[in-house]
């Protein structure tokens, strides 16, 4: 689990009993990978000659809130403050050592909240002050990218990685992307929402993006490569430049992003790397050679990079959609609504929850909707190649 912490002192020798306390809740609770800069400030509550010097820890650990609460007051005694519960003791003072949790999350990355007497997450007061705010979004600079999020299934995963706590940075070739930056950070006022234009169709999109990260201090802990394009078309139909669009968006770009912010993440120890492939992976069928012929690499490339990244502690998933109501098919909506009813099209919001869930569980794979495509992908590897051929010659598909 992750926990968000605000620890202060105002007074003896301020920033080194911060930094005891962080030391000894490495070695009695968790993980601490990384913690803000010192932050100066007034006491707030009461009235004091002595300011405070605070500061924010990120913590990891397998304990559970009320066991972090405990071990954190304990610390707080060994390094000479009066226990908190002490109702002799009032609730704003001069202190030695004061530690909060302040958010916290679980595995799957959903924020944990909870309300009782004795602890309350996310803190209650934590937004009203600025000691606590500017530290904790120094640490909370790990951001979820998604590419391919000015509409459908983008957005969604955009939202929801929102809700779960990720600051954002999305990307799209589309303008159209600063208004759900903006829509999204409305919604999430605490977090930071990029939203950057660009065109992931050229082979040094991957570069650029990787490099405007480096560039702006943005650690991507989760990278959700989404941005496609779609159409059943014969194969020498197609112009040049959309062969080479297609390919690039669904091979070239993704498979450098996994490649940059892998070894990233490799280095870290922790990261989740979403990939959008597609059923059509395994339709090797007339109309579907560019669009299922390029997601089929994509899913053989994830699959083999899941394995390859486990043992470090990157998940690495390959969500394969059908049909997602996102208006991209040439559908009409009376089709669309039996289509959902009948459970073969789903809606944007279930496809990016069920994806994320699969990431987060650290699944190799997952197919949405399951039952009918994993039947249908099956009767189609059947089907002859010659027959096939016949379908073709005959004009139905």
Known sequence: MTYF???GSNLGEREQTLERAVEMMEQQIGHVPCRSSFYYSEPWGFASEHPFCNL???????????????????????LGRNHKSDPNVP??????????????FDNEHNEIYTTGTTLTLPHPLW??????KVPLNE???TYALVTGASSGMGVEFAKQLAARGYNLLIVSNEEAIHDRAKEIGAASPTLSVIGLVMDLGKQTA???LFEYTQAHGIEVEVLVNNAGVYHDKDILDDSEGFTSLIMNLHMYTPAMLCYLFGQEMRTRRK??????????SKMAAQRLGTYGGTKAFLSHFTRALHIELRKYGVHVTNVSPGAVDT??????????????CLGIIVSPQTLARRGLRALFWGRSKTTIPTIFWQVLCFIILLIPTCVLRLIRRLGWF
Request: proline fraction near 3%.
């Open 5 to 7: 912490l605000s620890l």
């Open 56 to 78: 924010c820890c990120r913590l990891e650990t397998k304990m559970q809130p009320m066991e972090v609460l405990t071990a954190t007051q304990a610390i707080e005694q060994q």
């Open 91 to 104: 609730d704003y003072q001069d202190r030695i050592i004061d530690i909060d949790i302040i958010r916290a």
């Open 127 to 132: 937004r009203e002050r600025e000691f606590v």
């Open 139 to 141: 640490i909370m600079k």
């Open 206 to 208: 991957a570069r650029e």
């Open 271 to 280: 990261g989740y790397i979403l990939n959008v492939c597609s059923v059509t």
């Open 327 to 340: 208006g991209l098919y040439s559908i009409s909506p009376a089709i669309t609504k039996i289509g959902k």
